[in-house]
């Protein structure tokens, strides 16, 4: 072990002290340092979670806004459309199909003049609605000129969409006797993925058909 030399020229006691207390310095600060590195890389695992979670919740939440806003607004048309369901331009009765995953009616969807077949039907996991326009001389509904849309993804009630009331809010079984339909119960149930969040969407609105319950009061008059 080298001696230290005093100022005066006289041999000093060893430098070892100095020496492994240096060694041990750097020791800690390398400990020090990978402590610290742990850390921070725990910190950066934690915020990535979080970031990926944030996100994952905010595609849920984004998700289940759409799925609302689309079933509310088919909805909405819908209703529309059947309170004013009327004869076709074929002298056809206004309701033409009634089951409970399918409902075919006639209405003057857009205003002019002319009576729209108009149909909404589930296949698979969606409601589509199929609009056929009469043309020709004399009127006729084309099968192959219905134009189809999809109105509503990822129903799930496929079998009970439609519900049929008679005028004492009596409901039909099927098969549906149509000139005793008078109120009809319809229901979105919309869940685009039952194993994660949000919850089960359910939209329902009962339409009385106008034409219908006009009907009904000229039945009951002729009666009298």
């Avoid at 000129?145 to 509503?152: A, D, L």
């Avoid at 109120?183 to 149930?189: A, E, G, N, V």
């Avoid at 009907?215 to 009298?224: G, K, N, S, T, V």
């Amino acid at each position: 072990m080298p001696w230290a030399p005093l100022p005066s020229g006289k041999i000093g006691k060893p430098r070892y002290n100095q020496i492994n207390m240096h060694q041990k310095t750097q020791g800690f600060g390398l400990l020090e340092l990978l402590v610290s590195l742990s850390i921070f890389v725990g910190i950066l695992w934690l915020l990535g979670n979080f970031q990926v979670n944030v996100f994952s919740q905010n595609n849920f939440i984004g998700s289940g806004l759409n799925a609302e806003f689309e079933t509310r607004t088919s909805l909405k048309k819908l209703i529309a459309e059947l309170r004013a369901a009327v004869i076709s331009d074929t002298g056809t009765y206004p309701i033409a199909l009634a089951t409970g995953s399918a409902l075919t009616f006639y209405s003057d969807r857009d205003g002019d003049g002319l009576v729209e077949q108009i149909r909404f039907y589930v296949s698979g996991n969606k409601i589509y609605k199929g609009v056929i326009k009469p043309t020709g001389a004399p009127l006729s509904y084309v099968a192959g000129n219905e134009k189809i849309t999809t109105e509503v993804n990822f129903i799930t009630n496929s079998t009970t969409v439609f519900t049929y009331f008679d005028a004492n809010t009596a409901q039909l079984n099927e098969p549906i006797n149509l000139p005793e339909v008078r109120l009809i119960k319809i229901t979105y149930t919309v869940d685009e993925n039952a194993s994660r969040p949000p919850a089960p969407l359910t939209l329902s609105a009962q339409v009385s058909v106008r034409s219908l319950k006009f009907q009904q009061w000229r039945i009951y008059a002729a009666i009298l």
